[in-house]
């Protein structure tokens, strides 16, 4: 069975920067599209960014363009999102999900396997 595992979260202020990672086992990643979601307190889970199989193609909402950066290193089955100039609407539990599919999907529903979250608080 698919396991992700989350981390680098933590408190950072505004206009600072974190990096999370994903960490992946029990599949065969480079099969795997992959994708960071967030969701705030009280809202619904939102796509941030995802990425293809080998990595040649990204994609993220409007809202973080700019900002943050997503990443993958199939040797270490890892996906990175690296995110700057963070704002304080940036604070939500972010979440790696994977898809066995060569497009990236954007939606919910379309991941097949979903991390645990990782908290990201941004102080103002």
């Known amino acids: 069975q698919a396991h992700l595992v989350e981390s680098g979260g933590g408190l950072v202020q505004t206009g600072g920067s974190l990096r999370l990672s994903c960490g992946a086992s029990?599949?065969?990643?480079?099969?795997?599209?992959m994708g960071w979601f967030r969701q705030a307190a009280g809202k619904e889970r939102e796509f941030v960014a995802g990425?293809?199989?080998?990595?040649?193609?990204?994609y993220d909402t409007d809202s973080v363009k700019g900002r943050f950066t997503i990443s993958r290193d199939n040797a270490k089955s890892t996906v990175y999102l690296q995110m700057n100039s963070l704002k304080p609407e940036d604070t939500a539990v972010y979440y790696c999900?994977?898809?066995?599919?060569?497009?990236?999907?954007?939606?919910?529903?379309?991941?097949?396997?979903w991390g645990q979250g990782t908290q990201v608080t941004v102080s103002s």
């Open positions: 990425i293809s199989r080998t990595g040649g193609n990204t």
């Open positions: 029990g599949l065969t990643f480079s099969w795997y599209a």
């Open positions: 999900a994977a898809r066995a599919t060569k497009v990236v999907p954007t939606k919910r529903e379309e991941y097949d396997f």
